[in-house]
């Protein structure tokens, strides 16, 4: 009805497929089918009791009000020691922002920087918001393809050549959504080494970088000459099993971050004060449920690869971080789409397509496995079936 009056760049924004699947899900069940949820990105872990304490003592100490659009100078000052500790990189709390989710980095360090005809590197496949928002400010989206082959890490050599006079960001997500890749020290050197010196801002989504299973993450900003052109995206959803509380923060250079408190204060105000308490609790207090989280999800990692790759027709490369499989699907015969409807109506198991992250995720499908061990075999037993029949 309305669609003419709307703004003309409405049309350039994207969304997350994840939750169209969720609510066709969510149709289903309340159909009465029983539906196994692979489809969401989210810990299947309540939040830790410490922080949810650390929430109601803040509420009955009177933080609801304001705070600084930029955030509680203690917590920035926790999240800068955090950050020392867990990355190796020194701040301050002038360096750093604190937002109501990570999401909101994204957008306000694209729409701080970058203009129209500017281009942005971005991973494919990748978190789909990156492109959306590349495109929503004018930018233009050029993608870096995240191959099987490499082990779904970032080619520098095709970085390298990829990389041009209007480039002005580079977006990286280590370990990746959606394929679990993480980028080793090398890929990193290399990185920085090929961005370094060409006024060349870095987005480093490390979001999930306390979910690794295997060596360390090294982040770019801690590279010599990085710190100044790097923001980094970092956030409590993952590592806390904190999602609904929508608590993230950027880490940048002061006058970067200036721009994008601006923004902040011309959006959101301030992200809410009881919930950045309970945040500088989840940094400061005890790390236990975190680790518990981890090796949980490591086991869960080895069941879901190996059923996977017991199923004719697909091939499942163990992921080296996040709670993510990518598993290649080419020898179902069956597009990404068709194969990710085909599971949901047939097998009531939700997952995503691969193209859902870009046109290099065609073949193969994203599956959550933030999900009971329980779960997980059920729906393995389920997907086997539903290949098998397919591939009769």
């Not at 090294?218 to 509380?245: E, N, Q, R």
Request: charged share 25%; glycine share 10%.
């Amino acid at each position: 009805m309305f669609e003419s009056m709307f703004a003309e760049k409405m049309r350039n924004l994207g969304t997350e497929s994840a939750f169209v699947v969720f609510a066709r899900a969510k149709q289903l069940e309340a159909e009465g089918h029983d539906v196994i949820h692979f489809e969401i990105g989210e810990p299947d872990f309540d939040t830790p009791a410490n922080i949810i304490r650390a929430a109601e003592k803040a509420l009955n100490s009177g933080y609801t009000h304001y705070t600084p659009a930029a955030g509680i100078p203690a917590v920035r000052e926790a999240i800068a020691g955090y950050i020392k500790d867990y990355k190796g990189v020194e701040t301050n709390i002038d360096e750093i922002v604190i937002v109501p989710g990570g999401k909101p980095i994204m957008f306000f360090t694209i729409m701080a920087l970058v203009n129209p005809g500017d281009e942005v590197l971005y991973p494919d496949p990748g978190f789909p918001i990156y492109e959306s928002v590349i495109r929503f400010v004018g930018g233009v989206p050029v993608p870096l393809p995240i191959r099987e082959e490499n082990g779904f890490r970032l080619d520098v050599a095709e970085l390298r050549k990829k990389i041009s006079p209007k480039t002005k960001l580079l977006i990286l997500n280590s370990p990746a959504n959606p394929t679990g890749g993480v980028l080793t020290g090398e890929d990193v050197r290399g990185i920085a080494d090929a961005v370094r010196g060409k006024n060349i801002f870095v987005l480093s989504d490390e979001i999930y970088d306390r979910i690794i299973y295997e060596g360390q993450p090294v982040s770019i900003a801690s590279m010599p000459g990085m710190k100044d052109w790097t923001i980094i995206l970092d956030g409590f959803s993952k590592t806390y099993a904190m999602t609904g509380w929508r608590l993230g923060y950027g880490v940048m250079h002061h006058e970067l971050a200036d721009k994008v408190t601006q923004l902040m204060i011309n959006s959101n105000s301030c992200t809410a004060a009881f919930i950045q308490m309970a945040g500088m609790e989840a940094l400061t207090g005890p790390q236990d449920e975190a680790g518990r989280m981890v090796v949980e999800f490591k086991k869960r990692r080895d069941i879901m690869v190996e059923g996977m790759n017991s199923i004719k027709g697909i091939r499942c490369a163990k992921p080296q971080g996040a709670f993510y499989v990518f598993p290649n699907i080419t020898g179902t015969g069956m597009s990404s789409d068709e194969l990710s409807t085909y599971l949901l109506n047939d097998a009531k198991v939700a997952t995503l397509s691969g193209t859902a992250f870009g046109r290099y995720g065609e073949g193969y499908l994203r599956l959550s496995y933030a999900n009971s061990v329980e779960n997980i075999e059920r729906a393995l037993e389920r997907l086997n079936k539903a290949v098998t029949q397919l591939l009769r």
